[in-house]
């Protein structure tokens, strides 16, 4: 059983920049895609970024493109999300998650969650 854990959250000022972590246990993290989701405060949890198992492949939601990175080092089994000019509608608890293949971006295809680490930014 794979276990996630997601650091890196805060608070921060509209327009400020925070690195999320995600640390994945398991020796077969490079086999798999790996993705951010977040859910703010009485909203469903909605897609963020995705990486293909390689790293070779991303994608966004429209509404973090050119403002967030996706990036993994399997090496280090490890999954990071650059976020840049926060806004506080990305107010939220971020999730990183373990896709059931190399590449993922529905949450179905994701097996695996972490506990959330919450990003709060203040206008």
């Known amino acids: 059983q794979v276990q996630l854990v997601e650091s890196g959250g805060g608070l921060v000022q509209a327009g400020g920049s925070l690195r999320l972590s995600c640390a994945a246990s398991g020796r077969t993290f490079s086999n798999y895609a790996m993705g951010w989701f977040r859910q703010a405060p009485g909203q469903g949890r909605e897609f963020v970024a995705s990486i293909s198992s390689s790293g070779g492949r991303t994608r966004y939601a429209d509404s973090v493109k050119g403002r967030f990175t996706i990036s993994r080092d399997n090496a280090k089994t490890t999954v990071k999300l650059q976020i840049n000019s926060l806004k506080p509608e990305d107010t939220a608890t971020y999730y990183c998650?373990?896709?059931?293949?190399?590449?993922?971006?529905?949450?179905?295809?994701?097996?695996?969650w972490g506990q959330g680490t919450k990003v709060t930014v203040s206008s």
């Open positions: 998650a373990r896709g059931l293949m190399a590449w993922a971006i529905s949450p179905r295809d994701f097996g695996s």
